[in-house]
Nanobody
Framework: QVQVVESGGGLVQAGGSLRLSCAASGSIFVVDAMGWYRQAPGKQRELVARVTGAGRTDYMDSVQGRFTISRDSTKNTVYLQMNSLKPEDTAVYYC???????????WGQGTQVTVSS
């Protein structure tokens, strides 16, 4: 059974930092992309960042320059370093694992990030 486990969420003040971690384990034969979505109450889920095993990265405009995604391919682990956090970043963050750039094969349970003013 495949498991995707997230950690690192919490409550921080505006301007602070958090580092999210996501580890995938189990019978995963092909992992090309890993990344993060987020969803705030009443809003559509949006793609925050993703990275391939070759190091290709993609960020949504509102986090560009503040967030950094990285990956340890040997351990199927992805990280999201979030700096200069804003209240608008408050959401549940979901990790995903995909067998190609577009696939979203597995999902984590979500971790809450709350940024106070």
């Amino acid at each position: 059974q495949v498991q995707v486990v997230e950690s690192g969420g919490g409550l921080v003040q505006a301007g602070g930092s958090l580092r999210l971690s996501c580890a995938a384990s189990g019978s995963i034969f092909v992992v090309d992309a890993m990344g993060w979505y987020r969803q705030a109450p009443g809003k559509q889920r949006e793609l925050v960042a993703r990275v391939t095993g070759a190091g290709r990265t993609d960020y949504m405009d509102s986090v560009q320059g503040r967030f950094t995604i990285s990956r340890d391919s040997t351990k199927n682990t992805v990280y999201l370093q979030m700096n200069s956090l804003k209240p608008e970043d408050t959401a549940v963050y979901y990790c995903f694992v995909g067998s190609n750039w577009l696939a979203r094969d597995y999902w984590g349970q979500g971790t809450q990030v709350t940024v106070s003013s």
